[in-house]
């Protein structure tokens, strides 16, 4: 049976009224079965979408853990943005239990760090880059750490992190709590599993792979020459917020470049722009100064925006997963998404690689003035005229039908 509240998982009064303050009501699928186990210090495997709370399914134990050992807790993260959205989704709660925290992320200040190191926080937050380097210069101690986490584990596996959390995981006492949360299943993630855990319990709330069930999803088959015009065809008809990602962060400068051109407000996130910079184009996107954000793969990991009202795949990413994580940006907190995803006819192959991940046809949409033709699977989804006929709205196709 669903818990349809936070009582009953085990959870100390003292964070339930945190909780309540917040507002937070209902627990996620991935909270209601991650948090019992996690309080009982089970090592656990977390696998479920992007956008479902799991920062709290394990953030709500690790704290309240912790109040009862001596100790710290580590929390590994793929990117700095997400390091810092997960500092800040634990404040409320390590601010009730007293509890100091510190982040190590590149770009920001080594000798601000050191000095919060120094003052003996309970909880770190860490990329593994950064962390790698207070290892080196001995400013960090991972001696006293009993509960590991790594967040977003498939993602700082793509990112090639595997050498940097290994050496990581030396310093740190084998007998701990490991907890480790990934919106997908790969092989490389059961390796990792093996590796680093005793007997984990998995909570699976979604099979591996599966999108958000509230993102509508469409895919454009279009000339690479033709993406431009077909993404102001888009920022016209979508009205709110737009993410888009782009392949390369040269891409996502261009692609930001003429968004600008044509007169929309629009920022830039990828690993050639500084912390402050990312920090600025995030914070902006969140509070209305930017209307659309560029962001590539290696950046977009911690946009946790709510909101955001299309998805915009200007590029399809290098391997299917992503294409789960990356429209896992709209859609989020209960709310209704759509992402659109532009593919040139010679991409079919990788279209088809993500429905097979996903166990669902992606919707082929059209547009009479861009749109080329492409092999289909036997079974080819809906056309974009059926599609959006069923949700209320007129498509391109079919007021160009009515116009002939």
């Not at 977003?152 to 595997?162: I, P, Q, S, V």
């Not at 590539?296 to 200007?314: F, Q, S, W």
């Amino acid at each position: 049976m669903p818990h349809t509240n936070f009582f009953g998982l085990g959870i100390a009064p003292g964070l339930l009224d945190v909780l309540q303050k917040l507002k937070f009501v209902t627990p996620t699928p991935i909270q209601a079965k991650a948090i019992p186990t996690a309080i009982e210090g089970k090592d656990l495997i977390g696998v479920a979408q992007t956008g479902t709370g799991k920062t709290l399914a394990f953030g709500v134990p690790m704290i309240q853990r912790l109040a009862g050992l001596r100790g710290k807790g580590l929390v590994l993260a793929p990117t700095r943005e997400l390091a810092l959205q997960i500092d800040d989704a634990l404040r409320p709660f390590v601010n009730s239990a007293n509890i100091r925290t510190a982040v190590l992320i590149g770009g920001a200040s080594m000798h601000l760090q050191v000095q919060a190191l120094r003052r003996q926080p309970r909880i770190i937050v860490a990329t593994p880059g950064r962390l790698n380097d207070h290892l080196e210069q001995r400013t960090v101690n991972l001696s006293d750490v009993n509960i590991l986490v790594l967040d977003e584990a498939d993602r700082m596996l793509d990112m090639g992190f595997a050498p940097q959390i290994s050496r990581i995981v030396r310093h740190i006492p084998p007998d701990r709590q490991t907890l480790l949360f990934s919106a997908t299943m790969p092989s490389s993630i059961i390796n990792l599993a093996r590796s680093y855990m005793k007997l984990p319990v998995q909570v699976e709330v979604a099979p591996a792979g599966t999108a958000a069930e509230n993102v509508t999803q469409e895919v454009f088959f279009i000339r690479k020459e033709d993406k431009p015009k077909l993404l102001g065809k888009m920022l016209e008809q979508y009205r709110g917020t737009v993410l888009i990602f782009s392949r390369t962060k040269r891409g996502a400068s261009r692609i930001a470049r003429g968004l600008k051109g044509m007169g929309h407000n629009a920022a830039e996130i990828h690993s050639d722009r500084s912390l402050a910079q990312r920090k600025e184009a995030l914070q902006g996107f969140k509070t209305g100064k930017y209307r659309i954000l560029v962001a590539t793969d290696i950046a977009a990991r911690g946009i946790d925006v709510t909101g955001i009202e299309l998805v915009v795949n200007y590029d399809l990413p290098d391997d299917a997963e992503n294409y789960v994580h990356r429209i896992g940006r709209t859609g989020r907190a209960g709310q209704e998404g759509r992402a659109v995803s532009f593919a040139t006819p010679e991409q079919s192959s990788d279209v088809r690689n993500i429905e097979k991940l996903m166990r669902t046809a992606l919707p082929v949409a059209k547009h009479p003035e861009l749109s080329v033709e492409v092999m289909q699977p036997k079974q080819a989804p809906p056309t974009i005229g059926t599609h959006w006929r069923q949700r209320g709205l007129s498509s391109y196709g079919a007021r160009h039908r009515r116009r002939r």
